[in-house]
């Protein structure tokens, strides 16, 4: 367990300016999506210019009429398909807390990906869906454009290009891999702390992350202002990352009997556990 935490027990609670409040930790997906919303509002109230969110691999809202248990999905279960499916979900809740506003754009990683999103979404207002492919034919204006159509731009300058053009103040990077993190890098400077920059589902964190180094250095320079994330054979584990009443985030861990069971607290910090 990481420095600075301490094991407070299941019935411990907190206290600021004499008030007293438990530890707001989800059990269901409604609560996942609460704490999504709140964790948004601090970040965005306290200008953060680079935060990452994350929900658990499959694990989705049901704004596609299915609403998962908060529960690991089966590796038999976890097809590209539904993982994409999953990731779509998250985004969709992030462009309605933006209310599809004109300079927010939101990048998947192919064109595939981003005209999936368009085709299950049907509408996302005056917001932008890109595609941060490097690869493909040219695409019509009246599907996702891919940062590859300018072929004699280097991706960085594909990727400034498209942000300039549709005025974007807040981008949304939709589970980047390696490529993409490596663009993200090049051209961070350059985007500024007046772009804000949002990763879903980057997987930065804990066993699951490849490729250690660069996304060691990624999660470095991102928030991680709402984090869900199942640890243990079946996921009897919850490291949880969110806002809390007294308006500032903290790190939990606890364990959970069942899925939609509330998870009982055995620790709270302001590090990032460690796997031990």
Same mark, same amino acid.
Request: charge should be positive; charged fraction near 25%.
């Given at each position: 367990v990481a420095s600075g935490w301490g094991d407070l027990g299941s019935l411990v609670q907190n206290t600021f300016g004499g008030t007293t409040w438990t530890p707001r930790l989800p059990s269901t997906a409604e609560e996942a999506y609460d704490g999504l919303l709140a964790s948004l509002n601090y970040a965005c109230g306290e200008e953060k210019a680079r935060i990452e969110v994350e929900l658990p691999p499959g694990f989705r809202l049901g704004f596609q009429g299915v609403k998962d248990e908060l529960r690991l999905v089966p590796e038999k279960d976890l097809? !590209?398909?539904?993982? $994409? %499916? /999953?990731?779509?979900?998250?985004? =969709? $809740?992030?462009?309605?807390?933006?209310?599809? =506003? !004109?300079?927010?754009?939101?990048?998947?990683?192919?064109?595939?990906? $981003?005209?999936? =999103? #368009?085709?299950? %979404?049907?509408?996302w207002g005056q917001s932008h869906i890109l595609s941060l492919s490097s690869k493909g034919p040219r695409q019509r204006q009246s599907r996702p454009r891919s940062f590859a159509d300018e072929e004699v731009l280097s991706p960085r300058d594909r990727l400034l290009a498209a942000? &300039? #053009? &549709?005025?974007? #103040?807040?981008?949304?990077?939709? /589970? !980047?891999?390696?490529?993409?993190?490596?663009i993200l890098g090049e051209v961070d400077a350059e985007l500024g702390q007046e772009t804000q920059v949002i990763l879903v589902n980057p997987r930065l964190r804990g066993r699951s992350a490849r490729d250690t180094e660069l996304r060691s250095t990624t999660a470095a320079g991102y928030d991680p202002v709402f984090h869900v994330r199942l640890e243990g054979a079946g996921g009897e584990g919850l490291v949880y990352r969110s806002?809390? !009443?007294?308006? #500032?985030?903290?790190w939990f861990l606890a364990q959970r009997a069942l899925p939609s069971v509330e998870p009982v607290q055995v620790s709270q910090g302001n590090s990032e556990p460690t796997d031990e």
């Open positions: 097809s !590209p398909e539904r993982i $994409a %499916w /999953a990731d779509r979900e998250l985004t =969709a $809740a992030i462009l309605l807390y933006f209310g599809e =506003a !004109p300079d927010l754009c939101i990048a998947f990683r192919t064109s595939q990906l $981003a005209s999936a =999103a #368009k085709r299950e %979404w049907k509408s942000v &300039n #053009k &549709n005025g974007c #103040k807040t981008l949304v990077v939709v /589970a !980047p891999r390696s490529e993409q993190l490596r806002v809390q !009443p007294d308006d #500032k985030l903290y």
